[in-house]
């Protein structure tokens, strides 16, 4: 199969790409896509929206979408978002990586983690059971009794020790849908099916969200399963919709770094606050008395002390360095909503047009957490400016 290279938001220019139509047709949030005419000499002309990852055009095309930051630092952003710090294997090697590689990667050591689990024993829970037959089995169900006196057969209430519960099957449908997606190459896949078949006489094959994967409550006999499922949280948010490839299907998968750069801030915050600050994210304010009018904040910071709101934060993973007046107006409605003086902007490079100015009372600041460099210093850059107001 042949991939086209592209970087997020340079664009690439190509003589021929027989599926460009079906770029333009299906993927349109991900690549802007320039047909080709004397503007473009002649060329396609492909420029990537903000998106990592590769999507498929047909069975002998399609497209990598390459990180504009470095790919270490793309799978530190990773870790904090998905929680993933405990997965250190693969420290030191991500640099000469490629994202398919990267990704081909985790699927892999999630379904090394999946096999080990189950060689030990998969999590079970007892589940309640309802069976009717000539023998009593557990506690009889006396009402049932009653009203059919007339039946030989009992009806039973029981308890057994299932491993068929969620906790497993969203492994399993984990594992199902990255072997659909064409993330993994042989032996890879070899892996994959390994962890799938020890894991799919257990549990049912049912259609798992991402949203499943969290708010999990976890026990020393399940433990293990938080970081795993972390992962399938990583893998379900960012498999799309299949497209045939021969005999087999094969899905896009595509990280929005928008979320993404959102996401890792959130959690990078949350790590590294004073402990007189608390984050809260995507908190939902109304408009109105009806409230017809809502908005979900990208993140608030509460002073504890205080207790009031010491700033609003809202993230901007753009390519360009510039403030739109409609992003300032955006931020001071959600500063004016919540009561608080400070409303910052965010983008993922310091290298961008200074902003600081007030709207009324409100201080508007351009901040920036710079991807490109030492995430932990380029963070520590960002927090002291933010909370010393200068």
């Not at 379904?111 to 009593?136: C, H, N, W």
């Not at 009561?339 to 709207?359: I, R, S, W």
């Amino acid at each position: 199969m042949k991939w086209y290279p592209l970087t997020e938001y340079k664009p690439g220019y190509f003589t021929t790409l027989a599926a460009g139509e079906k770029v333009w047709r299906s993927y349109t949030d991900q690549i802007s896509v320039e047909f080709p005419s004397p503007k473009t000499d002649g060329k396609w002309k492909l420029t990537p929206q903000g998106w990592v990852g590769f999507l498929p055009l047909s069975k002998e095309e399609g497209i990598q979408l390459r990180p504009k930051v470095p790919l270490a630092n793309l799978f530190q952003m990773l870790e904090y978002a998905y929680q993933l710090k405990s997965f250190h294997f693969l420290d030191g090697s991500v640099q000469s990586e490629t994202v398919q590689k990267l990704f081909e990667r985790l699927a892999v050591h999630l379904a090394t983690q999946v096999s080990t689990r189950t060689r030990k024993g998969l999590y079970r829970q007892y589940m309640d059971q309802i069976d009717e037959g000539p023998f009593l089995r557990g506690k009889m169900d006396v009402q049932h009794r009653i009203r059919n006196a007339w039946n030989v057969n009992i009806r039973s209430e029981y308890q057994e020790h299932e491993a068929d519960i969620e906790d497993n099957r969203i492994l399993l449908w984990t594992l199902y849908k990255i072997m659909q997606s064409g993330i993994c190459r042989e032996p890879s896949l070899l892996v994959l099916r390994h962890a799938y078949r020890g894991l799919k006489d257990a549990a049912s094959l049912t259609p798992m969200s991402a949203s499943a994967c969290t708010g999990r409550i976890y026990n020393r006999l399940n433990q293990d399963y938080k970081p795993m499922h972390a992962l399938c949280r990583f893998f379900l948010e960012n498999i799309g919709a299949h497209h045939t490839r021969g005999d087999r299907t094969m899905s896009p998968f595509i990280v929005n770094m928008a979320q993404l750069f959102e996401s890792f801030v959130a959690e990078w915050l949350k790590l590294h606050l004073p402990k007189n600050y608390e984050l809260k994210t995507q908190e939902n304010v109304k408009l109105g008395q009806d409230g017809a009018v809502r908005f979900a904040i990208d993140l608030v910071i509460y002073d504890r002390e205080l207790d009031r709101v010491k700033c609003v934060v809202d993230t901007k993973y753009k390519n360009t360095g510039t403030p739109e007046s409609a992003d300032v107006s955006q931020v001071v409605t959600y500063a004016v909503m919540k009561d608080c003086k400070e409303a910052v902007l965010l983008y993922p490079t310091e290298d961008v047009d200074p902003l600081d100015e007030y709207v009324g009372d409100i201080r508007v600041r351009r901040l920036g957490f710079d991807l490109s460099w030492n995430l932990e210093e380029s963070g520590e850059r960002f927090l002291n400016t933010l909370l010393a107001g200068g």
